[in-house]
């Protein structure tokens, strides 16, 4: 197994809800912090129906590991965001037999 390289700056995002003054909430994403990244792209597919079609895209997102529990380590329900785009946290594992790095399974989700 080669080594990754990280080679692409992506935000890592953590989802706060804020009460909408209605009796809902709203999700807003918190920035936790910076992290280099190797990017693999996966799979993709479209779904739609009349209103909207929706394009998504299966990435592995692998990422230099971080101890258990610290704020710089991602989870499934947290985001990567580059630029305009983001990528929503499936599952993290590790990525190699020593955990050096992680491996972020995690989706593109685009309305096309």
């Known amino acids: 197994m080669s080594l990754p390289r990280l080679t692409r700056q992506m935000t890592l995002e953590n989802p706060v809800r804020v009460a909408d003054d209605a009796g809902g909430y709203v999700t807003t994403w ?15 597919r ?3 129906d009349l209103v909207a079609t929706l394009s998504k895209n299966t990435l592995r ?13 991602p989870k ?8 305009e785009r983001a ?12 955990a050096l790095y992680l ?4 989706i593109e989700e685009a309305v096309v």
Not at 30 to 44: C, H, I, N, R, S
Not at 76 to 83: I, K, L, P, Y
């Open 76 to 83: 499934a329900g947290q985001r990567f965001v580059e630029g």
């Open 87 to 98: 990528f929503r946290i499936d599952a993290v594992t590790a990525y190699d037999r020593g």
């Open 30 to 44: 918190e920035p936790l912090g910076t992290l280099f990244a190797d990017v693999k792209t996966g799979t993709g």
């Open 103 to 106: 491996t972020c399974f995690a």
């Open 46 to 48: 479209q779904s739609g």
């Open 61 to 73: 997102v692998i990422v230099r590991a971080a101890a258990v529990g610290a704020p710089s380590r």
